[in-house]
């Protein structure tokens, strides 16, 4: 019988499964007498060894034989689930991997596993008897430690009972619903347009039904696009485990919202971002365990992290309570690097001092100090949170420990943009970036050296003209007032000088494909109802 | 035509001749209206829409330092898979298989892959990849 066509099934379960597996083990260790997890655990293993008999992967079916028995050991009494006991399922789950990988690129199995079937079926601790028995003592102890809190309900569990209503589509089915839906708002545009123009009540009335419907349509593609945060979430208290393990740090770590959704688009291009800065608050903001006792803290440092909806976006708050940063020693330093003026370290709020760790050069390989630490991978941090429509700021307290908080919009592929005129140019500002519009009077422009300003509150946002930075001739503005609009770049409030608004709009984005894509400062491009072409900005690296 | 013979798109740009693969091209074109490309080098004369999606427009003849596209001229839209562009050229000359290639040497130009011998002259076959890598490379300069 040809199985191939079952292969792309057993390749999306099994990862399903091999996701719940990672979480499972890691959530066992903070309590090794839960039944439900042992049980949990067991079936996992158990059904990825079907499938992959079923399908004649051999040596998949063989692993996960061994990690199933493993886990009928420690089900029955006969085997106390410990460190060393994760460690071999963890192993396991990152070879079944590997070993999953092949199947999808039909590459020859090459994975040597009969070291660590061995090393599974013939494992024993008695010293963990100790350790784990006594579940209480447990997070006070050595230095090896690990205690782990994973709080997020598994995505994956069915109720029982529950009727299973719902089919799998393949995601480039998602990614065209989408798009169609795209070119629709598009052409709406363009018939609001001919509408206009032909002053016909009639046409008006039916492309108002057509909106209606779109936004009904929109909506509906949006929801089917939505994924858990949990799809990424589920792999980072196994990620925190091996960072703690290594680093020899005591790390709690907390996940709270994980079944918030969020456009799979968003979802994808969250998971880098959100590895450094854990990574970073493992390696460089919590104290090993001597250095929080000296201070008076408790041994185990905490990790949380955080999601929940706030309107139409999402904010995502990371926070560690570990050694936090002074914001005179961030200043310190970046002006040590000629990052900045010392005048514009004077002048510098905390806020704004916590965000030179977001600057290019804040941190570079090879001299991360405590100091430098919590920059390092930043700058693509903010940036890749930027291209998806997000921000990102920071809070900290030193000795207290620090917040990361990331505001994401819901979805990407149809946002809504600020359209203005630069010279020949109309270009798109994702409104998402634009902190607020002005128009300023010349009165309010002052001068700093060679730099104009204007005042919002009492801080001095520096004006930059949008015609200069794309090389465009600059216009003569006329009237009296100048049109400006306020964004963050590199982490600091900047006015952009653009000719004229042109107005909000909402846009399907188009991607600029080879060799557009590789020019810097544009996130995207957009088709107008008028079939005017525009690109929108990515404000995250344009100058 | 027997099965496997490839053919080729000879076009001109300033009187020199030039072939690419005609299966590397979606559509032959007029000229598009185009709507300009912030901080684009020169070469590149706009971004067009194209059947829904943006493709970027080059001048051939200046990218190849050899003057600028004549008007009205043709525009050669590069299949999608490949890139996201399209080529000005000044115009279409034939469509040949390469049956009718009696020889080739590899190209001594950077964007040539190949010069191929016909029986109406030299061809020089465009090196899609190499100028593709060289649009990107030049993509940030100052032009």
Same mark, same amino acid.
């Given at each position: ?451 104009? #300003? ?39 409030? #900047? ?49 | ?26 559509? #032959? ?115």
């Amino acid at each position: 019988m040809d199985m191939s066509q079952y292969r792309d099934l057993f390749i999306s379960e099994s990862r399903e499964h091999l996701r719940s597996l990672s979480d499972l083990i890691v959530a066992l260790e903070k309590d090794a007498c839960d039944k439900d997890t042992i049980n949990s655990l067991f079936r996992t293993a158990h059904s990825i060894k079907g499938m992959a008999a079923s399908m004649g992967y051999g040596a998949i079916a063989d692993l996960a034989h061994k990690m199933e028995d493993l886990m009928d050991r420690v089900r029955k009494g006969t085997l106390v689930y410990d460190t060393g006991a994760a460690d071999l399922l963890l192993e396991g789950t990152d070879f079944l991997e590997v070993m999953i990988n092949d199947v999808e690129c039909e590459a020859a199995g090459e994975c040597d596993i009969s070291g660590l079937v061995e090393r599974i079926a013939g494992y024993s601790s008695k010293e963990a008897l100790a350790t784990v028995s006594r579940p209480g003592k447990a997070e006070a102890t050595g230095p090896e430690k690990i205690s782990l809190l994973y709080q997020a309900e598994s995505p994956h569990a069915m109720r029982e009972g529950e009727t299973q209503q719902t089919v799998r589509v393949r995601t480039s089915v998602l990614d065209s619903l989408i798009n169609t839906t795209g070119e629709l708002i598009t052409n709406k545009h363009r018939l609001m347009n001919i509408g206009r123009e032909a002053g016909s009540e009639r046409l008006d009335g039916a492309i108002g039904e057509l909106t209606r419907l779109l936004r009904e349509l929109h909506n509906e593609v949006m929801s089917v696009r939505m994924m858990p945060f949990a799809t990424i979430t589920d792999r980072f208290p196994r990620l925190i485990r091996d960072l703690a393990k290594k680093s020899g740090k005591e790390v709690v770590f907390e996940i709270a919202g994980s079944e918030i959704e969020l456009d799979r688009g968003i979802i994808e291009g969250l998971s880098d971002p959100l590895i450094h800065i854990l990574r970073n608050a493992v390696d460089h903001g919590l104290e090993p365990a001597p250095e929080r006792l000296a201070v008076g803290k408790a041994p185990t440092g905490k990790i949380r992290l955080t999601t929940c909806r706030e309107k139409d976006r999402v904010i995502i708050v990371i926070e560690d309570d570990g050694r936090g940063m002074d914001p005179a020693t961030l200043i310190a330093h970046a002006t040590a690097k000629g990052l900045i003026k010392p005048e514009e370290g004077w002048m510098m709020s905390p806020q704004d001092a916590f965000m030179l760790t977001c600057i290019p050069g804040f941190s570079t390989a090879g001299e991360v100090t405590d100091v430098s630490g919590r920059g390092v991978g930043m700058d693509a941090v903010r940036s890749a949170v930027q291209s998806l429509g997000g921000s990102l700021a920071i809070e900290s307290e030193v000795g207290k420990g620090s917040r990361i908080i990331l505001s994401l919009p819901l979805t990407i592929a149809i946002i809504n943009v600020l359209l203005a005129a630069a010279a020949t140019l109309t270009i798109a500002v994702p409104v998402t970036n634009i902190l607020r519009t002005v128009e300023l009077r010349r009165s309010v422009i002052s001068s700093q050296g060679k730099q104009k #300003v204007f005042h919002m509150g009492e801080e001095a946002v520096p004006l930059l003209s949008l015609n200069r930075i794309f090389g465009l001739p600059l216009t003569r503005l006329t009237g009296d007032v100048i049109p400006v609009f306020v964004t963050e770049m590199k982490g600091r409030k #900047v006015g952009l000088v653009v000719d004229r608004f042109l107005g909000q709009q909402e846009v399907f984005i188009k991607p600029l494909g080879r060799p557009l894509a590789k020019l810097k400062g544009l996130a995207g491009g957009a088709i107008l109802g008028d079939g005017e072409s525009v690109f929108i900005l990515d404000m995250a690296n344009l100058v | 035509m027997k099965d496997g013979t490839k053919r080729l798109l000879i076009f001109n740009v300033q009187e020199r001749r030039y072939a690419l693969g005609l299966q590397d091209v979606a559509e #032959v074109m007029e000229p598009p209206p185009t709507f300009p490309i912030p901080r684009a080098p020169g070469w590149f004369k706009g971004v067009m829409n194209f059947h829904g999606s943006l493709v970027s427009v080059l001048d051939l003849a200046k990218f190849l330092k050899i003057g600028s596209a004549v008007r009205p001229g043709k525009v050669l839209v590069l299949d999608r898979c490949i890139a996201s562009l399209a080529l000005m050229v000044d115009r279409v000359e034939t469509i040949v298989s390469d049956d009718n290639v009696l020889g080739e040497v590899a190209g001594s130009e950077p964007m040539v892959a190949k010069v191929l011998n016909t029986a109406d002259g030299e061809v020089k076959l465009l090196a899609v990849e190499a100028l593709l890598a060289e649009l990107e490379e030049t993509m940030n300069r100052e032009v």
